[in-house]
T-cell receptor
Framework: GEDVEQSLFLSVREGDSSVINCTYT??????LYWYKQEPGAGLQLLTYIFSNMDMKQDQRLTVLLNKKDKHLSLRIADTQTGDSAIYFCAESPGGYNKLIFGAGTRLAVHP | DTAVSQTPKYLVTQMGNDKSIKCEQN?????MYWYKQDSKKFLKIMFSYNNKELIINETVPNRFSPKSPDKAHLNLHINSLELGDSAVYFC??????????FGPGTRLTVT
């Protein structure tokens, strides 16, 4: 089946690291994605990881993939107020050109 | 230069009306999509077109009819609008199986 789960809320202090977790069900997913949605805006592709990788780093963002447990995480180092947004995890089930999204994690950054 | 654009940004209409939302991408991609985001921020794919051919048609009422006049455009026509159609509709595009780029969304409100 196709299902992606995320915790709904995360609150962190400015300057701390944020870790957003996601679990997915379809082991055939070739890519796994993280999208960011700011209030009233569209979705911005933040980063993605190929399924045969276990880690990808891109500036302040680190993606970890545990394929055995079907667990994906996004770590944001030195979290800033501008990082406040909803973060969506998504899988792309093999053979289908579509994204299955999680419910989104609302990240709140406070001083 | 806007990569994926949608018109209109906001659409308020009454139940029973017929309306269209337009999407255009200037990225040269060959695949385009429509997603629906409900009031709880759940995002779900509706349709996908590849080279003007319908590839994905999720369980969407047949009141929704996508039309792709060319590779750069994918429009969504909705007949007999219902209250439950109120949502934000996102268009996206990709090149084959690569990452998807989203438009800014069209907020549809049915009264």
């Amino acid at each position: 089946g196709e299902d992606v789960e995320q915790s709904l809320f995360l609150s962190v202090r400015e300057g701390d690291s944020s870790v957003i977790n996601c679990t997915y069900t379809d082991s055939s997913s070739t890519y796994l994605y993280w999208y960011k949605q700011e209030p009233g805006a569209g979705l911005q592709l933040l980063t993605y990881i190929f399924s045969n990788m276990d880690m990808k780093q891109d500036q302040r963002l680190t993606v970890l993939l545990n394929k055995k447990d079907k667990h994906l995480s996004l770590r944001i180092a030195d979290t800033q107020t501008g990082d406040s947004a909803i973060y969506f995890c998504a899988e792309s089930p093999g053979g289908y050109n579509k994204l299955i999204f999680g419910a989104g994690t609302r990240l709140a950054v406070h001083p | 230069d806007t990569a994926v654009s949608q018109t209109p940004k906001y659409l308020v209409t009454q139940m029973g009306n017929d309306k269209s939302i337009k999407c255009e991408q200037n990225l040269g991609h060959d695949t385009m999509y429509w997603y629906k985001q409900d009031s709880k921020k759940f995002l779900k794919i509706m349709f996908s077109y590849n080279n003007k051919e319908l590839i994905i048609n999720e369980t969407v009422p047949n009141r929704f009819s996508p039309k792709s006049p060319d590779k750069a455009h994918l429009n969504l026509h909705i007949n007999s609008l219902e209250l439950g159609d109120s949502a934000v509709y996102f268009c996206a595009s990709s090149q084959n199986w690569d990452e998807q780029y989203f438009g800014p969304g069209t907020r549809l409100t049915v009264t």
